[in-house]
Nanobody, 125 residues
Framework: QVQLVESGGGLVQAGGSLRISCAAT????????LAWFRQAPGKERAFVGA????????KIADSVKGRFTISRDNARNTGYLQMNSLKPEDTAVYYC??????????????????WGQGTQVTVSS
């Protein structure tokens, strides 16, 4: 069983940057895809982006394309979400997941895998 722990969230001003991390233990991190989702208050959990085991981009949400970058360090069993040019609408709890299965639309409901507990990112205007 894999455990994921996100960290690095916090409060940042609009236009600023933040990098959050996802540390994995319990199974071979390096053989799995890595995805990030986010959930704003009162909204459904939304797909942010995903990379494959080697770091190649599988998909990035249009809302963050050009601003957010997903990367990983398989030697450290850690994934990252670098967020630049942050906007107030990026405020959400951010979750990482190692998906064993996912649908073509990357709906959170279709993702089967190990989820972290989330980390709060708040962007002030």
């Amino acid at each position: 069983q894999v455990q994921l722990v996100e960290s690095g969230g916090g409060l940042v001003q609009a236009g600023g940057s933040l990098r959050i991390s996802c540390a994995a233990t319990g199974r071979t991190f390096g053989s799995s895809a890595l995805a990030w989702f986010r959930q704003a208050p009162g909204k459904e959990r939304a797909f942010v982006g995903a990379i494959d085991w080697s770091g190649n981009v599988i998909k990035i949400a249009d809302s963050v394309k050009g601003r957010f970058t997903i990367s990983r360090d398989n030697a450290r069993n850690t994934g990252y979400l670098q967020m630049n040019s942050l906007k107030p609408e990026d405020t959400a709890v951010y979750y990482c997941v190692l998906p064993d299965h996912y649908g073509l639309t990357w709906s959170a409901a279709e993702v089967i895998g190990s989820w972290g507990q989330g980390t709060q990112v708040t962007v002030s205007s």
